[in-house]
């Protein structure tokens, strides 16, 4: 079943039971989050344990976006680490 | 207050050792509470996708997975299971002479809002599986450099290929399944890369190394992967590593070198490949933080049982990768085992003789592809290896040297490594050696306590002022 989120203020279509991170990668893209260096991240480890997706969903930080499935009308930001 | 009666057992993690746990258990006539993170069981083995997109052939990813239908089904429609879906176990609490109180926030993975419940076992089964160790080397932040872990899981999880074009690296017979998985959702696999070389692998497994496998469905198992890798002309190439991925916002190649027996790459051997992606895996870590907080006793970063599956804390258990690094057979065995006595059966004899099979072929699997320590020359002072906090292995070596400290714990609060969200989990025992190496020849002080951790999975600041009332 087909429902909408919104990415980074993109409306995007997606299926329910995708995570966040499967609707980013199938988006085509591999890097959302800047790490305190500045440098860009997105999945690595795939199953919630190295924190390197992390999203900003409905306003609420730190949200794994390879753990979070996604739901009609989520709004699903990126945020930057870089406050060393 | 918390739940539970008389003859609960409650088990955490709904992989395959816990699946096989709670089904014992029943068998036994205890009443089962499973509490398992994800929205359904199954664990990595068996990681598919959800209902909601479920298709026809979901079959074709995985292995026994007409076993894991029927386990599901017997979890699912027993009333005297209680099943715990988006459970996350958070904490213990231990207690003189029983097991611990079991802390659960249910609801959205890092969501809002979840509710708090808090459980009292007569006997707890700790299954939480174990999550991958990928070395560092230079350029391995760079988006496109995925564990081999990661590609299987999007593969089974969502249908989506890492890249177009791939190569898998790093150690053991787990490579194998990550390329099936790639080449089913369509990427094109340029090559596996094995850090053991031959002397390594086939000391590793004995004179012949199929003998013990093909007793079991894992020699056919992993037979059809390495026809299906002879079929797509995929090269395998053994004693070698990625010893460095380049690119600009995302890898575009990689530097592949020979290896000696030692891991440590031979000059001159370098050879540049072009990819998209990068998956790379060289073994895997037990997820030990709940047990270490029921206060189970460890042996090296495995958790200590006896003959029973029985950890060093009265009732509690545990199953699976816990114990030992073995794969889904010996997870199964473990759990079926950990089940019946967790419920106050005897061990089935059948599940006995299959976890001595399995661990002997555990053993032959970490002798044949087990991290030697040369791997550390690869890793050049400015490779990055804590991801949270990016740190590199010059600061870590530096530190060591001008502090002249030996202590872990100072040496890592000085770096900042291994303190970042993710708890070290993912680096703690590339900066646990690498400040080992760096120290000197007397070695840390504290060695090993990086698998400490207070919670188990994160948790809102406002969810743990809400769960100190309810426990309260
Ligand atoms: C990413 C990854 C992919 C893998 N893919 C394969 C593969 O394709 N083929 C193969 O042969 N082996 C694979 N493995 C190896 C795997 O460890 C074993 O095959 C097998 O799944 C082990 O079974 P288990 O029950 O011990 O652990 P797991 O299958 O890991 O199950 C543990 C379960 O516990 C849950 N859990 C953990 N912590 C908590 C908590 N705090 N609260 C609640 N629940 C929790 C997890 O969500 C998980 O479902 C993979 C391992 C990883 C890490
Ligand atoms: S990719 Fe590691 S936590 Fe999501």
Not at chain 2, 69 to 74: D, G, L, Q
Not at chain 2, 352 to 358: A, Q, Y
């Amino acid at each position: 079943m087909s429902i909408h989120v919104n990415v980074a203020g993109e409306q995007v279509e997606a299926q329910v039971g995708q995570t966040v991170a499967g609707v980013l990668m199938s988006g085509g893209r591999v890097s959302w989050r800047t790490s305190r260096s500045g440098q860009p991240r997105g999945v690595f480890c795939g199953i919630g344990v190295c924190f390197d997706c992390l999203v900003v969903v409905n306003d609420l930080r730190d949200v794994r976006a390879c753990q979070r499935r996604v739901v009609d009308g989520d709004r699903i930001e990126f945020q930057e680490d870089d406050h060393a | 207050m918390p739940e539970g009666s008389a003859t609960t057992v409650v088990v955490i993690g709904g992989g395959p050792a816990g699946m096989a746990a709670t089904l014992a258990a029943r068998r036994r006539g205890a009443r089962v509470v499973l509490i398992e993170a994800g929205d359904d069981v199954g664990g990595q083995y068996w990681r598919h996708l959800p209902e909601t997109r479920a298709t026809a052939d979901e079959h074709t990813f995985h292995h026994g997975w007409e076993r894991f239908r029927t386990m599901r089904s017997a979890i699912v429609t027993d009333p005297e299971v209680e099943l715990i879906l988006n459970g996350h176990v958070w904490s213990v609490d231990r207690r003189d002479g029983r097991p611990p109180l079991v802390h659960v926030m249910i609801g959205a993975a890092d969501g809002r809002r979840r509710q708090a419940r808090t459980f009292d076992p007569s006997s707890l089964v700790i299954a939480t599986g174990a999550h991958e160790r990928t070395l560092p080397f230079p350029g391995w932040d760079l988006p496109g450099v995925f564990t081999a872990g990661a590609a299987q899981a999007l593969a089974k999880g969502e249908r989506v290929a890492v890249g177009t074009n791939v190569l898998v690296a790093g150690a053991g017979p787990f490579l194998l399944p990550v390329v099936s998985s790639l080449l089913k959702v369509g990427a094109t696999v340029a090559g596996v890369v094995e850090a053991a070389g031959w002397p390594q692998i086939t000391r590793g497994w004995g004179a012949r190394p199929w003998r013990l496998a093909k007793a079991s469905a894992k020699g056919v198992e992993l037979k059809g992967y390495i026809a299906e890798m002879a079929k797509n002309r995929i090269p395998y190439t053994v004693g070698s590593a990625v010893i460095a991925a380049h690119g600009i916002d995302r890898v575009e190649e990689v530097v592949v070198a020979r290896l000696t027996p030692d891991w440590s790459p031979i000059p001159g051997t370098e050879k540049t490949i072009t990819v998209d992606a990068v998956c790379v895996s060289h073994g895997f870590v037990p997820r030990t933080e709940l047990a270490i907080t029921a206060g189970c006793a460890l042996d090296k970063d495995t958790v200590k049982t006896d003959q029973n599956q029985r950890t060093t804390v009265p009732g509690v258990f545990t199953a699976g990768e816990l114990t030992g690094i073995g794969g889904v057979d010996l997870a199964l065995a473990e759990g079926e085992i950990a089940g019946a006595v967790a419920a106050g059966g005897a061990p089935p004899p059948a599940a006995v003789r299959r976890r001595k099979t399995f661990r002997e072929f555990a053993g032959r699997l970490d002798a044949a592809h087990g991290i030697r320590p040369g791997w550390q020359t690869w890793v050049d002072d400015t490779t990055l290896v804590c991801r949270c906090e990016d740190v590199t292995a010059g600061e870590l070596r530096d530190t060591a040297r001008m502090t002249g400290s030996r202590g872990l714990r100072s040496l890592k609060l000085t770096t900042r490594a291994g303190l970042g969200i993710c708890q070290g989990r993912t680096c703690g025992r590339a900066v646990e050696e690498i400040l080992a190496a760096a120290v000197g020849p007397d070695g840390l002080l504290d060695a090993g306590r990086t698998a400490h951790r207070p919670l188990a999975v994160p948790l809102r600041l406002g969810e743990l002022a809400t769960t100190g009332e309810d426990a309260g």
